[in-house]
């Protein structure tokens, strides 16, 4: 199992940017991690994810060019870089672990998830 934990989540204006920050406990490096938003009434969605050791990324088409998956299996953690922000990325961003091989990277089906980070972008 992993357990995860985000940060950095908080009130932007647009146009700024935010780095949000997950910390795993376990094997962090024999999953691919993902994060995940939801916005108020809505399902949540898939943003981005990485693979196992980072090579293979994919992101959703609305934020690609602006928000950028990393990760460090050294210190067991995932970032999200968000440039640009709009008030449309305002939602509670989650992080998520799954079991997967080596240049998987999953866009669904994530077993394992963090409590979330609000995110709220002002006009």
């Keep these: 199992q992993v357990r ?3 940060s950095g ?3 932007v204006q647009a146009g700024d940017s935010l780095r949000l920050s997950c910390a795993a406990s ?3 490096s024999d999953y691919a ?4 938003r939801q916005a108020p009434g809505e399902e949540r969605k898939f943003v981005a994810g990485i ?3 980072g090579s293979r ?3 959703a088409d609305s934020v690609k060019g602006r928000f950028t998956i990393t990760r460090d299996n050294a210190k067991k953690s995932v970032y999200l870089q968000m440039n640009n922000l709009n008030p449309a990325d305002t939602a509670v961003y989650y992080c ?3 079991p997967s091989a080596l240049y998987v990277v999953p866009t669904t089906g994530y077993d394992y998830w963090g409590q979330g980070t609000q995110v709220t972008v002002s006009s």
Aim: charged share 15%; glycine share 22%.
């Design 4 to 6: 995860l934990v985000e």
């Design 9 to 11: 989540g908080g009130l």
């Design 26 to 28: 376990g094997s962090s």
């Design 33 to 36: 991690m993902g994060w995940f």
């Design 51 to 53: 693979s196992r050791g």
């Design 57 to 59: 990324t994919s992101t």
């Design 96 to 98: 998520a672990a799954e």
